[in-house]
């Protein structure tokens, strides 16, 4: 019987992608290694990138002038790596308040920009997300955080 863990975090995978990652564990195309152990420099690996990036960049509608960062270590170390890495001094960032997460991710990020709360769904104890059309963007934001 197989286990669906619904908390945030991992998720629960379609057998066959199981499956195919077992039956790939030791042998990545026919590489004699693991996805893991090829060259991020590779052109299967970058082939691989690219092919992620697309994917992505279809599903959720994300137009060529925006960049796609595909950054390690969990969204909490992201807090910090993504004001650190995308603002100067000074800089502003806008963030909508959906609940525990952003309220850790603004925390975070208060340390090293100014925050706009462009959002915030207290209201509905967190059960709602914003219409596009009530968001309150700065223009000047280096960038939208929404968790």
Request: with cysteine; glycine share 6%.
């Given at each position: 019987?197989?286990?669906?863990n619904?908390?945030?975090?991992?998720?629960?995978?379609?057998?066959p992608?199981?499956?195919?990652?077992r039956?790939?564990?030791?042998?990545?195309?026919?590489?004699?290694?693991?996805?893991m152990?090829?060259s991020?420099r590779s052109?299967?690996?970058?082939?691989?990138?690219?092919?992620?990036?697309?994917?992505l960049?279809?599903?959720l509608?994300?137009?060529?002038s925006?960049?796609?960062?595909?950054?390690q270590?969990g969204?909490?170390?992201?807090?910090?790596a993504?004001?650190?890495?995308?603002?100067?001094?000074g800089?502003?960032?806008?963030?909508?308040?959906t609940?525990?997460?952003?309220?850790r991710?603004?925390?975070?990020?208060?340390?090293?920009v100014?925050?706009?709360v462009?959002?915030?769904?207290?209201?509905?104890?967190?059960?709602?997300?914003p219409?596009q059309?009530?968001?309150r963007l700065?223009a000047?934001a280096?960038?939208?955080?929404?968790?």
């Amino acid at each position: 019987m197989r286990v669906f863990n619904f908390s945030a975090g991992p998720a629960a995978l379609p057998l066959p992608v199981l499956e195919q990652a077992r039956d790939e564990m030791l042998d990545w195309r026919g590489s004699g290694m693991s996805v893991m152990e090829v060259s991020h420099r590779s052109k299967g690996f970058i082939a691989v990138a690219e092919q992620a990036e697309a994917d992505l960049r279809e599903l959720l509608a994300i137009p060529d002038s925006y960049k796609v960062l595909f950054l390690q270590g969990g969204a909490s170390a992201q807090f910090a790596a993504v004001p650190l890495n995308l603002c100067p001094a000074g800089a502003r960032a806008d963030y909508v308040d959906t609940g525990h997460w952003s309220q850790r991710a603004m925390a975070e990020a208060r340390r090293f920009v100014t925050v706009n709360v462009a959002a915030d769904t207290a209201a509905s104890r967190h059960t709602t997300v914003p219409a596009q059309a009530e968001l309150r963007l700065d223009a000047g934001a280096a960038y939208v955080h929404y968790t």
